[in-house]
């Protein structure tokens, strides 16, 4: 079983458009995050859930919408896509939020292409 | 702020040789540092995770020191094989996980 799943995997779409990327996992993780890698391959950090509750949220556009229903689940949405958000959207997940030190368990990541 | 790098960006290496991948940080203030490896079009596998109380951690062929009044890490890959061949991302963990930009390792037969 995949332990932190996202989907979809593949994202085309045109700018101006909203779409979600959906975060799922079933590892009784109470953390969750989102990190985005761009075309240069630097992983960085966007937003983190513990528990429902945001705790982290970077400098990001506020096109840019988390939503976590419950503590197992962390959506991201976003609104009018612009060519500069092709990327790919790695979620992730750990038993504990950062200071703990746990070990943090990525998805396989969203490859998203604005055009 | 927390500023990560990674060298080399690039090593290409024949199979069974032991290398040496190096990751340095900017705040010495952390609780713990990860080495990730990723796959092209995969997302990312903890290898190792040492604690800021700790010097090493080893897995296998794998061994990770942290030497934090430095500010270094330094991920041992030993009897390299072609399977190894992916992307190595080390993280630190202050109040949140900063990446390097890795170092491509390519090992071929």
């Known amino acids: 079983d995949t332990a932190v799943s996202q989907t979809p995997k593949y994202l085309v779409t045109q700018m101006g458009n909203d779409k979600s990327i959906k975060c799922e996992q079933n590892?009784?993780?109470?953390?969750m995050y989102w990190y985005k890698q761009d075309s240069k391959k630097f992983l960085k950090i966007m937003f983190s859930y513990n528990n429902k509750e945001l705790i982290i949220n970077e400098t990001v556009p506020n096109r840019f919408s988390p939503k976590s229903p419950d503590k197992a689940h962390l959506n991201l949405h976003i609104n009018s896509l612009e060519l500069g958000d092709s990327a790919v959207y790695f979620c992730a997940s750990s038993r504990d939020s950062y200071s703990s030190g746990n070990t943090i368990y990525f998805g396989e990541g969203s490859w998203l292409t604005v055009v | 702020k927390q500023e990560v790098t990674q060298i080399p960006a690039a090593l290409s290496v024949p199979e069974g040789e032991n290398l040496v991948l190096n990751c340095s940080f900017t705040?010495?203030?952390?609780?713990?540092l990860q080495w990730f490896r990723q796959d092209p079009g995969k997302g990312l596998t903890s290898l190792l995770l040492?604690?800021?109380?700790?010097r090493e951690q080893t897995s296998g062929r794998l061994n990770a020191s942290l030497d934090k009044s430095s500010g270094r890490s330094t991920l041992y890959i030993a009897a390299s094989q072609p399977g190894d061949s992916a992307t190595y991302l080390c993280?630190?963990?202050?109040?949140?996980?900063?990446f390097g930009t890795g170092t491509r390792l390519q090992v071929f037969p």
């Open positions: 590892l009784g993780h109470d953390t």
């Open positions: 040492i604690q800021s109380s700790q």
């Open positions: 993280g630190s963990n202050t109040d949140k996980l900063i």
């Open positions: 705040d010495s203030a952390i609780y713990n």
